[in-house]
């Protein structure tokens, strides 16, 4: 909860935390200093809270104390390991996982970090990470994967304009017309940067600067 604690409220949480062993008095302390924008305090109770055997609720509040710190690369790792140990583990990966994708500029990621992004993104069926991965891969100049990525990212969520917008411009890099024509058809009156898209184009030119 968003509730302000007293300054004797925390001190005497402080003191539960150092005369016993449960978790529950860290993850207490954790989320509270996590929620009134202290995370990095918030990570090291959460660290203090898996290391007293708190599981899968203290996982994901040190998962999302390092993606508020930014440190996306270390979350992701993370929160990788914890994935499968309940619903919230998995959905905070998959957040985690689209954030790392999604920077701008793109970041340098190796490709054992895309290699294991993909088939969770692929079993959960997760849009935003379908669409994350088309455009980490549009930016990284890998224009054919960015295009079937925005494609899967529609398939799962048909109303995703930005994948959209990301499938119209990958098919006009690739010059591939009928894809394109049939993006634009489906999405020239909902989409202004699509319908704009289409009418900057040149005929016989797949390009746009």
């Known amino acids: 909860s968003k509730a302000t604690a007293s300054a004797e409220d925390l001190a005497a949480v402080e003191r539960l935390i150092r005369n016993t062993n449960e ?13 009134h924008g202290n995370p990095a305090r918030a990570l090291e109770l959460f660290k203090t809270a898996l290391d007293r055997n708190g599981g899968a609720k ?41 954030a790392l994708l999604s920077q701008d500029p793109p970041p340098q990621l190796n490709a054992q970090v895309v290699g294991r992004i993909v088939p969770v993104v692929t079993a959960q069926r997760f849009s935003d990470g379908a669409q994350a991965l088309g455009w980490y891969s549009y930016n990284t100049q890998q224009i054919r994967t960015a295009r079937d990525w925005f494609r899967t990212a529609l ?48 005929p016989g030119s797949g390009r746009r600067s």
């Open 23 to 35: 978790p529950g008095p860290v993850l207490t302390l954790g989320w509270y200093n996590y929620h």
């Open 155 to 202: 398939g799962w969520r048909s109303e995703d304009e930005p994948s959209a917008y990301g499938l119209a411009l990958s098919t006009q890099r690739l010059n591939e017309r009928a894809a394109f024509n049939a993006v634009v058809a489906q999405w020239r009156n909902r989409s202004e940067r699509i319908a704009d898209l289409a009418d900057g184009t040149n």
């Open 58 to 98: 203290a996982a994901e509040g040190y998962a999302m104390s390092l993606r508020a710190l930014e440190r996306l690369t270390d979350a992701e790792a993370f929160a990788y390991e914890w994935r499968e140990r309940a619903p919230e583990n998995m959905k905070i990966y998959l957040d985690i996982a689209t």
